[in-house]
């Protein structure tokens, strides 16, 4: 989560940002991390892609078992812009190169050198989604990019399903921190000023196994999954605005959230993503 994404083209990457919202509601009580995570602020994308060959369209569902890389319906960050992690002594840069597919997985890397330069992956859809379901399997980071391989997770990055828009006036997340990973960080955002971020504890470490991750997004509350257990209900903050479906991997350097850095490189594993809206 927390990041900025841009869409490439063939001239340029695009450069206006999406705007705050103009006004902030008032904030409840809110139960956060110890540091709670800063908001991204995205880049305009281009117009609603069509439907790609290896997805299912029903009434307005789709589903992407990544058997390719479908740019018609996924933007890749890039180094267009410093983005919003290289702080606590990190440094570097989005890299599209770090996204790519195989064996119908989607494989997203994090390179981070002993000097603490960064080289992270994010992507998100060009289309805007509203109320519905929202599902993803997925492994969280790890040392193995082989999914029959289990590798082992690391303190120092950010493993993230979520959708966003316009600063967050939108934003309901599924986050798991390197240095905890028994943990989904699960919440909404309904702008900066107004959240509600809680966990939803698995017991298990979740870099080691895919889970299934899934939120459903109606006007009066969030329910939130893992392998179809209900973790956590939010009714206090309910987004109401479309926003784009995302993933990223992202390095920290804080024990407050994250945890320290660590060298080497780590993998975030997708089998599929899917969307089906209410009606």
Known sequence: ??????????????????ASCSSA?????????VQTPVARIPSVPVAQAPTPADSVQIA????????????????????????????????????????????GYLVMKLDVTPGLVASAAELATHAKYGYGRYE?????????????????????????FFNFVNDSQTEIDH??????????WIGTWQTTNRHDYGTGGTGTDL????????WDWAPTKVDFYIDGVLKR?????VPATEAHLMFNLWPTNST????KSTAGTQYMLVDYVSFTPSH
């Open 1 to 18: 989560m927390r990041n900025a994404f841009r869409n490439l083209t063939a001239v340029t990457v695009l450069g206006l940002l999406l």
């Open 25 to 33: 509601p008032e904030a409840p009580v809110v139960e956060s991390p």
């Open 60 to 103: 307005g569902s789709w589903r992407d078992d990544f058997n390719t890389l479908d740019t018609t319906r996924w933007a890749l960050s890039n180094s267009g812009w410093k983005p919003f992690w290289a702080k606590d002594g990190l440094n570097g840069t989005w890299n599209p190169a770090n996204v790519t597919v195989s064996g």
């Open 136 to 160: 993803a399997r997925l492994r969280a980071a790890s040392s193995s990019a082989n999914p029959a391989v289990r590798g082992h997770g690391v303190s120092g990055n950010i493993t993230a």
């Open 175 to 184: 986050e798991i921190e390197g240095q905890n990973r028994t943990t989904d």
């Open 207 to 214: 870099s080691q196994d895919f889970h299934t991750y899934r």
């Open 233 to 237: 209900t939010i009714t206090s903050v």
């Open 256 to 259: 407050l959230w994250g945890g």
